[in-house]
């Protein structure tokens, strides 16, 4: 029998999220396996996505309670954000009351989510993120033209964890004379030196990437990071934040830095040893994360969660927006 999945997913079209970007590979791939269903009646198995389309997720389970419901955790969020940030609520009451099976995108990701009491600890997987490899292609070495050495970063969000304090140190303390270096993405800072370009859509992000040598990726807290993954399949050698899911991306002494003194000496090491340092970086493929997760969905025989009651699901998640609203003010 040929198990189908589908995605329950708010999909957006151009410029958008990590998580969002990845969704949308997934299920390419899935489609060119020939295991996707856009129906979901044909589907066996429904992956839905950390706090997203709660209500929609609920009356799912009420209405195909015999499908295999995977959830795909993110954060936690509150490390990123802060203890006012009540989603990680959210992804406890879907975890408990929905999920047969979770998939983390790290074990820096899982380890958080169990010292959080945030997942229902039924089964687990971690498996990571890839970039649509159809966007996010290296580039030929010898199409190295620069100058410069041309750092590039990215991001979607101007939270403080993501390294915009780093940024700005960059901005004012490095040798621009031998170091070009571009922002992709919003960001709430006024650059003397770094040039930034504002939004892209996902063609035009692996486009600038390949004009790069270096990723550089100063963010704290990461589930896993498609950004870097991004820039890491465009054939960049990253330098990345020593911290979270970024050490497990990359095994890597060189290319992880943790006092901002050490960035300086750090992209320096890499100028003296780029062609050693390229490509170096190992990666898992799209294709193979898509495996990983129909494997991973159709291992289950049948739904492992706990019997499933709409209403007290429903009142449960409305109390968690009423406390979070209320702890807000």
Same mark, same amino acid.
């Given at each position: 029998? #040929?198990?189908k999945v589908t995605i329950y997913f708010p999909f957006t079209e151009g410029p958008g999220s990590g998580g969002n970007n990845f969704l949308v590979s997934l299920k390419n791939e899935f489609i060119k396996m020939g295991k996707y269903s856009d129906s979901l009646e044909d589907a066996h198995t429904v992956i839905f996505n950390s706090h997203h389309s709660v209500k929609e997720i609920l009356k799912l389970k009420s209405k195909y309670s015999e499908k295999i419901f995977?959830?795909?955790?993110? $954060?936690?969020?509150s490390i990123y954000n802060g203890p006012h940030d009540r989603r990680d609520n959210i992804v406890r009451l879907l975890n408990q009351q929905v999920a047969d099976g979770t998939v983390f995108q790290s074990n820096w990701s899982m380890n958080q989510?169990?010292? !959080?009491?945030?997942? #229902?600890?039924?089964?687990?997987?971690?498996?990571?993120?890839?970039? #649509?490899?159809?966007v996010f292609f290296t580039k030929d070495i010898k199409d190295r033209k620069n100058t410069k050495f &041309?750092?590039?970063?990215? $991001?979607?969000?101007? #939270?403080?964890? &993501?390294?915009?304090?780093i940024l700005k140190w960059i901005d004012?303390? !490095?040798?621009?004379?031998?170091?070009?270096?571009?922002?992709?993405?919003?960001?709430?800072?006024?650059?003397k030196n770094i040039r930034k370009l504002g939004s892209k859509t996902p063609?035009?992000? $692996?486009?600038?990437?390949?004009?790069?040598?270096v990723f550089f990726f100063p963010s704290k807290y990461e589930a896993c990071s498609n950004a !870097? !993954?991004?820039?890491?399949?465009?054939g960049l050698i990253p330098l990345a934040k020593k911290a979270s899911s970024n050490i497990e991306i990359i095994d890597n002494e060189h290319l992880l830095f943790d006092e901002i003194d050490s960035i300086k000496p750090k992209l320096d090491y890499i100028f003296e040893h780029y062609e050693e340092l390229l490509y170096g970086v190992k990666i898992q493929k799209l294709d193979e994360i898509a495996r990983q997760y129909y494997q991973f969905a159709v291992s289950f025989e049948q739904p492992s969660c706990v019997k499933f009651n709409f209403w007290k699901s429903y009142t449960q998640y409305w109390c968690s927006i009423l406390r979070n609203k209320l702890g807000n003010l």
């Open positions: 029998m #040929n198990k995977i959830h795909r955790v993110d $954060g936690p969020m989510n169990k010292e !959080l009491k945030l997942f #229902n600890e039924r089964r687990a997987k971690v498996i990571y993120n890839a970039p #649509n490899p159809d &041309k750092i590039i970063s990215s $991001g979607w969000s101007n #939270n403080p964890n &993501k390294g915009a304090d004012e303390n !490095l040798d621009f004379n031998r170091y070009d270096f571009e922002y992709i993405g919003p960001i709430n800072i006024d650059f063609l035009e992000v $692996g486009e600038i990437l390949r004009s790069g040598d !870097l !993954l991004e820039g890491i399949h465009c």
